[in-house]
């Protein structure tokens, strides 16, 4: 009997068929255009849950350490200033949480406060160069082969791809009784209030 890895290999996650989405006007292999497209996404957001795992292990941090490393390090190389107020709004966590994770992240050896320019009742916050680096040869080296990909299309495929991206980040909007807000009232209870 094949074991359950080998019988899950063979598993499809989707199905050439929905009670959702009229199909009516494709052919049977337009359909499974679709369906294997709907794959090739799927396998590339599971790729790109690995990548972001494996680059947590490699930096030893959670989430939102490295969210919060990647808006420094953005934020630096465009001149900006970031406070752990701005933190907090850009990683989406309190600002008991933002105190914690700079202080983590600080006695780490991966940021340092440094006095703000124009704010005396605030520090701004940046990446150590070492933190910087490591994350130059790791991430940065990733976003380089994405971008490789990227630049070997001609410019109507690139022009294709971004339309189609586009729809599919406005496709993934959640929508009704998952459009809720954390307070469990959807977004239509809240307009009707």
């Excluded at 598993?11 to 989405?21: A, D, G, K, Q, V």
């Excluded at 933190?87 to 600080?106: F, H, N, P, W």
């Amino acid at each position: 009997m094949p074991s359950a890895d080998s019988r899950a290999a063979g598993l499809t996650y989707f199905s050439n068929e929905s009670e959702f989405s009229d199909r009516s006007a494709l052919s049977e292999s337009e359909i499974a255009e679709c369906t294997a497209l709907m794959e090739a996404l799927r396998q590339w957001h599971e790729a790109e849950r690995d990548l972001a795992e494996a680059s947590r292990r490699y930096m030893q941090l959670n989430d939102s350490d490295m969210r919060t490393i990647r808006l420094l390090i953005r934020a630096q190389r465009q001149g900006l200033i970031v406070t752990p107020k701005d933190i907090a709004a850009a990683v989406g966590i309190s600002s008991a949480s933002t105190t914690k994770l700079v202080e983590r992240l600080v006695t780490g050896g991966h940021l340092i406060r440094v006095p703000h320019p124009h704010d005396r009742r605030t520090t701004s916050i940046e990446v150590t160069e070492e933190t910087a680096q490591a994350v130059h040869e790791s991430v940065g080296r990733q976003h380089a082969r994405r971008f490789d990909v990227i630049a070997a299309l001609n410019s109507r495929e690139r022009e294709t791809v971004l339309r189609f991206l586009s729809a599919m980040t406005e496709a993934d909007r959640p929508q009704g009784v998952l459009a809720d807000d954390r307070s469990g009232r959807s977004t239509q209870d809240r307009a009707e209030d």
